[in-house]
């Protein structure tokens, strides 16, 4: 870890040191220049002003040749299979060993992208985990060999874990500003004590980038979250000049970042060259100055070098010349910083070699420790997937139900209501989506001209007028910005509940909720995590709908590991599986069909403010002895007309199973049902191939084969999109008459 300068320490929380011992806040000795040029002249005396001396400089060089020894360690490792990828940091150290000078461990936060060696090591990270991470074993602090190098993860430093997605990093960024920021108004505003959560007043989240990454659209996303919200969030550019092959003249208008943004309303630019360690010092200590004071957002654009190829998957010499290489070469703060400081007369040359020889050795024994490090036990392989602690398949979240009032609560004033409830009692929940919120300005909430919107089906009404002001706000047009932010919020102790307005315009949102919000407790071993409820209207059957408000694909989320998946068909069900999902420890996606919102025969009487259902639980809608169907959403209705039908016509029972949650499913309510009736249906709106009923029909001919009598047979929306017209929809949803032949059809084999 490097010390902190007077200036920079003044604030910093105690932090145990891993590397060098921080240096004690007394003013730098200052240095005069015995030889160089003018331009090492006017170095030293900007190493003056900001209060760098010999100490402080050393240890920036140690830190800067750490970083550049601990990627040839890693190179090294991969050349003897004892690491499985490299991807260097090399040129970047400059601005990255100021940084960890400036901003503070345990106090600060951090989303690195993969560049920021030299950071994570000057916030305390130490040469061993790093290696430990290129060869996957234990001592990998970052993810306990689940991630491969360079992607860095420091729970104790507030170093969040990260993916290899690029560009998801920023909306999480704005997230966790804004969690720092509720809980102040939480404690300020409303009187919550907020004495357990981490945060403090004058607090930066760093987020970093390469020059490529600023392409993708969740960085304007991000810097836009961030000036209009002014958080505290510094963007750290550091342009190599290339994104893999592709140079920074492609990426944006006149191939500079800070250029592009330079009147970007609400956003402060710094510019500096970041192969200066020195220069580098100035400009993070005055941004992080702008942002602890003004608590809005700075972007630092720092040039730099990439003196080593992309990755060892990428040969720069194929497409850069000799002399481009060699330049590179010059600017290289690994040769250039310490050129400067030798030829300046900071320290000798000879001071120079002890210092590169101490790191070298150093790297070395860390090396050889971490492939001597044990590997993960085998078994551990599912651990951490889901939470241990509190299990949502669990009794924990079950309660009996203490129904009042009449059968005539529609499902979507059942989920209103257990939000207006849940949102009152707990200043930690938050929620936000399109147009979610009762009014734009909590100036009209006494309006009585105004009724408030609630969501585009008014199942959020109210919810903002019930809880306190701040927990329910409308989100710009952007799926990708509701959850990205919910994921940074989650990470801190908030419970974000959104609301994604239309299941068929999530996609935006998929890499955040795939890549991100599933894998974010497994890839950090546990240590991070984030429960959340994304509620998505979804479905058909509107008379109207088309392509683009007709969708299902629950089949989509239940294929990904880390996400639990609920689907309910009635009022009741809706009740106490959101309010499990909103209580429980998991990411939740919580899917409401649209249909079914204000239906008549799925109504129920209100199940009462404690009512919880376990998910993986399914129900019994219809009992039968002749044939079991097994359904979900609005086929379970269906379902069952089908079979009063059937019996009807010919005596025969069929049983019908609500499988309630997806992921996980109740298998062995199924099982049970099949070993009675020895025939099997699955119903589902989605479309058939590729659909999930085809999962459920595997694992029954996997493991219950020799209970069946017939062939499984299944109902699915045809393998088309749906259409305006009322009669194609008719044709291509499944409808009762649908259910009915093939229930027939499976009776009668």
Partial sequence: MLGKTAKSKAKAPPMKAKATA????????????????????????????????????????????????????????????????????????????????????????????????????????????????????????????????????????????????????????????????????????HKVDVSKMDYHTDEIVYVSTGDGTIAQGEFWEGLTTACVNNLPVLFMVEDNGFAISTPTTVQYPEGSISKTLANFPGLKIFNTDGCCPIESFATMTEAAKYIRKTRKPALVHATVTRPYSHSLSDDHGMYRTKAELHEEGLRDVFNAFPKFLVEAGVITEKEREETLKKVTADVKAAMDKAINTEWPKLDTVLDHLYSDEHPITGSEFETAPNFSGKDDVPMAASINKVLRTEFAKNPMLRMWGEDVADFFEKERLNNPELKGKGGVFKLTANVQRESKDGQVFNSPLAEANVIGRAIGMAIRGIKPVVEIQFFDYIWTAYMQLKNEMATLRYRSGGDFKCPMVVRVPIGGYLKGGSIYHSQSGESLFTHVPGIRVAFPSNSADAAGLLRTAIKGDDPVMFLEHKHLYYQGYNRAADPGDEYMIPFGKARIAREGADATIVAWGALVQKSIEAAKKLEATTGKTVEVIDLRTLAPYDFEAIKKSITKTSRLMIAHEEHKTSGFAGEIAARVNEECFDLLDAPILRVGAMDVHCAYNPALEDVILPQVNHVEEVLEKLLNY
């Fill in 22 to 189: 921080p240096v004690k806040a007394k003013a730098a000795a200052p240095i005069k220049a015995k030889g160089g040029s003018n331009a090492h002249a006017k170095k030293l005396e900007l190493a003056k002003k900001y209060n760098l001396g010999k100490k402080e400089m050393l240890e920036m060089l140690s830190n800067i040749y750490t970083s550049r020894k601990v990627d040839d360690a890693e190179i090294s490792m991969k050349k003897q299979s004892k690491a499985f990828f490299q991807i260097s940091g090399a040129g970047h150290e400059g601005i990255l060993t100021a940084a960890a000078m400036v901003l503070k461990p345990k106090y600060d936060w951090f989303l690195p992208y993969y560049r920021d060696r030299a950071l994570c090591l000057g916030l305390g990270v130490t040469p061993y985990e790093m290696l430990c991470q290129a060869n996957g074993n234990m001592g990998d602090t970052a993810s306990y060999g689940r991630m491969m190098p360079a992607h860095w993860g420091n729970k104790p430093l507030n170093i969040v874990n990260k993916s290899s997605c690029t560009g998801t990093q920023f909306l999480q960024a704005c997230g966790l500003a804004e969690a720092g920021i509720w809980f102040e108004r939480l404690k300020k505003e």
